[in-house]
């Protein structure tokens, strides 16, 4: 037999010859065990990304100035796993919605050690900088927030990938910033770089201090533990462009 899914609860047999309907009738709908808003099937593929039940809301009305009115944040506990993950090459995924340039100038989107920022707000835009610690010298990059296409944009969503490989001090992260690739050096690193499998990971701030509180909202936190090619970064992007609209 060849079944088809009618969109609910019932199986239909489209072969020449009928092998009867699986499921119950018309009516029923198929149960989804993925969240109050069945966001995700049961594979982790998105399904209805049209809410923000999804989203970690981070709120810092006056952050521009400098005035921090919360402290939130999500903290991961480490874990071997999300250890030291640009070691021999790693990528970071998520989607983003800031509201300003956060705290300070600069709302820090994750921070383990190396931190990951958007802020220095030029002309309604923001740019992205990480920082990874070295023994001497930190390398820093920065995106362009002038660059067009590939700006991050505030009151819209924006999907940003970094990659990077810490093993070599001549090796530079790449940005792909709403799926056009941008960065370049502003410190280049010295030294060798420094573990960070002894401090948490801190989603939405810098720490439970809160001085680089992000003002907005972050979606899809993903950490991968080697190089996203440009064509799965592309299917990344676009599997989540259609929800964050």
Not at 47 to 63: C, E, H, I, V, Y
Not at 79 to 86: G, N, V
Not at 148 to 161: K, L, Q
Not at 210 to 229: A, E, K, N, P, V
């Amino acid at each position: 037999g060849y079944w088809k899914n009618n969109g609910l609860a019932r199986w239909d047999d489209l072969a020449g010859s009928n092998h009867g309907v699986i499921g119950g009738s018309g009516s029923e709908t198929l149960l989804l065990p993925a969240g109050v808003d069945a966001s995700r099937d049961n594979q982790g593929f998105l399904m209805n990304r049209q809410k923000n039940t999804n989203s970690l809301n981070f709120s810092d009305a006056n952050g521009s100035q400098g005035v921090s009115v919360a402290n939130e944040y999500v903290e991961i506990p480490r874990d071997s796993s999300i250890d030291d993950i640009w070691a021999g090459g790693g990528s970071i995924s998520c989607w983003i919605k800031p509201s300003s340039d956060g705290e300070n100038n600069g709302g820090r989107i994750l921070q383990k050690s190396t931190y990951i920022q958007a802020g220095s707000e030029s002309g309604g835009k923001l740019k992205l900088t990480m920082q990874v610690p070295f023994s001497s010298t930190n390398g820093i990059w920065t995106s362009n927030e002038n660059n067009s296409g590939r700006v991050i944009n505030i009151g819209e969503w924006n999907h940003i990938v970094i990659t990077y490989n810490s093993d070599a001090t001549s090796n530079d992260p790449i940005y792909y910033i709403n799926n056009a690739t941008e960065g370049h050096s502003e410190q280049t690193p010295v030294g060798s770089v420094t573990t960070d499998n002894t401090t948490n990971a801190i989603i939405g701030n810098s720490s439970s201090q809160g001085i680089r509180q992000f003002d907005g909202q972050i979606d899809d936190m993903l950490i991968y533990s080697d190089i996203l090619s440009a064509d799965e970064v592309d299917r990344i992007y676009k599997a989540g462009k259609r929800s964050h609209r």
